[in-house]
Nanobody, 115 residues
Framework: VQLQASGGGLVQAGESLRLSCIASGIIFSRYDMGWYRQAPGKQRELVALITSGYSTNYADSVKGRFAISRDNAKNTVYLEMNSLKPEDTAVYYC??????????WGQGTQVTVSS
């Protein structure tokens, strides 16, 4: 299983970024997909998930600003991040699993938001 995340970068507060994660080695449509993040000195936390049935969950800190979506034809999950804040700075990881148990992880992409 490979999860290739991309789209991170350096932006100013209030700007937007779109992360993408392409999955291979799994039947993508059958898997739940998630985005996690880890800031320096902090534990990894769930940012958003989308199930195989297209249900979504978000961390309270990103509700109304971030949107997760998936394109099963492209084996890709997206994270649209708007109104970014300095506290969103972290390495963002793509993950996949079944029944919301995430067992496969990508390499991470850095998101840095300057104030």
């Amino acid at each position: 299983v490979q999860l290739q995340a991309s789209g991170g970068g350096l932006v100013q507060a209030g700007e937007s970024l779109r992360l993408s994660c392409i999955a291979s080695g799994i039947i993508f449509s059958r898997y739940d997909m998630g985005w996690y993040r880890q800031a320096p000195g902090k534990q990894r936390e769930l940012v958003a998930l989308i199930t195989s049935g297209y249900s979504t969950n978000y961390a309270d800190s990103v509700k109304g600003r971030f949107a997760i979506s998936r394109d099963n034809a492209k084996n890709t999950v997206y994270l649209e991040m708007n109104s970014l804040k300095p506290e969103d700075t972290a390495v963002y990881y793509c993950s996949s699993g079944r029944s919301r148990q995430f067992s496969y992880w990508g390499q991470g992409t850095q998101v840095t938001v300057s104030s």
